[in-house]
């Protein structure tokens, strides 16, 4: 083992109850992810037990360079199947120092809605799919995919199994499981119509 790879794979476990936790929010875009990481004393199972963090939203495009201080508001926990042990990652809404939330934390407004009394009087179903596309590293072209051409008609694709048509099965199946270890309620995994894309 090389010694990077020796000091990314530490137990720190075995020398401190320190964890590390990654705060994780919604940039300036509403499409990009921003993240920082914290020390923390020792392990952390509730959200509201986590401290509130700050960061310079001038600089993710959430606020003027003026008074550009965003708080952060840990909302969720889950396991880091990256860093493992009690490390965590932490999902967390944005909001002004005012405690007004900004205009990429979407959250906000899903709570308010979901709190409202005849919302709560029912029982929400929810069918959410994410579906993705694996691109070639190096030519942003989709994995499975001749270079600068096309696939072959759709149709063997879809829950295809084997080399030549499940393209990308073990990075799917990576986030599949680094899913389940972290505690994402994740129902299941499938290859869609086209080579390269995921469901």
């Not at 952390?44 to 508001?73: C, F, H, R």
């Not at 129902?187 to 469901?199: F, H």
Request: proline share 9%; aromatic share 10%.
């Amino acid at each position: 083992m090389s010694l990077l790879s020796d000091l990314l794979n530490l137990d720190l476990s075995e020398t401190t109850e320190k964890i590390i936790a990654e705060y994780i929010w919604i940039g300036g875009s509403g499409m990009d992810v921003r993240s920082k990481a914290r020390t923390l004393p020792g392990p952390v199972s509730d959200p509201s037990k986590l401290p509130k963090w700050n960061y310079d939203g001038s600089s993710t495009g959430q606020a003027p360079g003026e008074d550009s201080e965003v708080i952060l508001y840990p909302q969720a926990i889950f396991k880091d199947p990256f860093r493992r042990g009690n490390n965590i990652l932490v999902i967390c809404d944005t909001y002004t120092p005012a405690g007004e939330p900004i205009p990429t934390n979407k959250r906000a407004k899903a709570a308010k809605i979901f709190s409202h009394p005849d919302v709560v009087a029912e029982v929400p179903w929810y069918g959410i799919e994410q579906e993705y596309t694996l691109l070639q590293k190096d030519v942003k072209w989709p994995i499975g995919w001749p270079l600068g051409g096309f696939p072959g008609p759709q149709g063997p694709y879809y829950c295809g199994a084997g080399a030549d048509k499940a393209f990308g099965r073990d990075i799917v199946d990576a986030h599949y499981k680094a899913c389940l270890y972290a505690g994402i309620n994740i129902s299941g995994i499938n290859g869609e119509v086209m080579p390269g894309q995921v469901r």
